[in-house]
C-alpha cells in the first residue's frame, strides 16, 4: 500500500502552532519506536526550555535516547539551532548517547549544480558534532528523520492509515 502523501511543511496547528504539531507528532513516533524492555519514555513540555530534546527514552543501563524536532523551513538555520540544541542536550543529559534529529522536509540530495546538496551538509553536520562529542569523551550517534520516515513509521504503527 502506497505512503499517504503528507506535506508536514503545511501540517495543521495543534496545541497552539505548527511547531508544537509537528513536535508532538514526532514524540509520537518516538513513544513507538522499540527500545530495549524496561525502558521509560518521557515527554519534555517546551515551555521555557526543554533541555534539547522533546522527548526521550531512559534505557535500562540508563543512557538516554532523545529526539529534537526542528520545524525551520531554511535548513542552514535548522542546522544552527539543532547545533544549539545537541550542545544543551548533552549538557542536560550526561547519559544521552543518541540524539534523532526530526526536519519537517526531506533533504535535497547531490546533482550536478555547484555547492553541497542537504544531505552532504547534514552529513557533514552530523559527523563534526559526533566528533565534538567523542573529543569531550562522549559516544554519541545521531540519526536523521525526514518526512519519507516519519510517514514509514506513522503507517507500520496505524496501517488503515487513519481511516478507523
Known amino acids: 500500500m502506497p505512503l499517504p502523501q503528507i506535506d508536514f511543511r503545511n501540517i495543521a496547528p495543534r496545541l497552539g502552532s505548527q ?25 519534555i513540555r517546551g515551555a521555557g526550555g526543554d533541555g534539547g530534546v522533546e ?15 526542528k520545524y525551520i523551513s531554511d535548513f542552514d538555520r535548522a542546522l544552527v539551532a539543532l547545533s544549539a540544541s545537541l550542545l544543551t542536550a548533552l549538557q542536560v543529559h550526561p547519559t544521552l548517547d543518541h540524539y534523532v534529529v526530526c526536519l519537517a522536509y526531506d533533504l535535497t540530495g547531490e546533482t550536478n549544480r555547484p555547492g553541497k546538496s542537504q544531505l552532504e551538509k547534514f552529513g557533514e553536520w552530523k559527523d563534526a558534532e559526533i566528533a565534538k562529542a ?31
Do not use: Y
Not at 22 to 36: D, G, I, N, T, Y
Not at 137 to 147: A, D, Q, S
Open 19 to 43: 511547531d508544537e504539531a509537528f513536535e508532538e507528532l514526532c514524540c509520537q513516533v518516538a513513544r513507538h519506536e522499540s527500545m530495549p524492555e524496561g525502558s521509560e519514555f518521557v515527554r
Open 134 to 164: 567523542l573529543a569531550a569523551g562522549r559516544i554519541l550517534n545521531v540519526e536523521l528523520k525526514t518526512p519519507s520516515d516519519l510517514l514509514d513509521r506513522l503507517t507500520q504503527i496505524d496501517p488503515s492509515n487513519g481511516k478507523l
Open 55 to 69: 522527548c526521550f527514552w531512559c534505557k535500562p543501563d540508563r543512557t538516554k535516547s532523545g529526539w529534537q524536532a
